[in-house]
């Protein structure tokens, strides 16, 4: 049941993201003011992250990260917000947009 679930949020998403590029490429073609398409594509974006909000859950503002280095010593790193994660710890490891 769960499977089935997941598989029909899935196309209900996918479906969604379909009608929103579709609109958007109407504007486009139609000549529509760049502000405008601008303000339909955050309108767009709000619907997208509330979506993947409520299916994932809202990320937190900051979070504590605790782990052990190489020298096995516990470490703590407190109040650190997810891109500030990512731009210090992860992104000198492995960079997303050379992968993209």
Request: proline letters at 4%.
């Amino acid at each position: 049941m769960q499977i089935l679930l997941s598989c029909w949020l899935a196309n209900k998403f996918f479906f969604q993201l379909r009608e929103y590029a579709k609109y958007l490429a109407d504007m486009v073609a139609e000549e529509v003011d760049s502000a405008k398409i601008q303000a339909k594509v955050e309108e767009f974006m709000g619907h997208i992250y509330r979506f993947i909000g409520i299916c994932l859950g809202i990320p937190p503002k900051t979070f504590t990260w605790e782990y052990y280095d190489k020298s096995k010593q516990y470490c703590v790193v407190e109040n650190i917000k997810p891109i500030d994660f990512y731009e210090t710890m992860v992104k000198p490891l492995y960079n997303v947009e050379n992968k993209v």
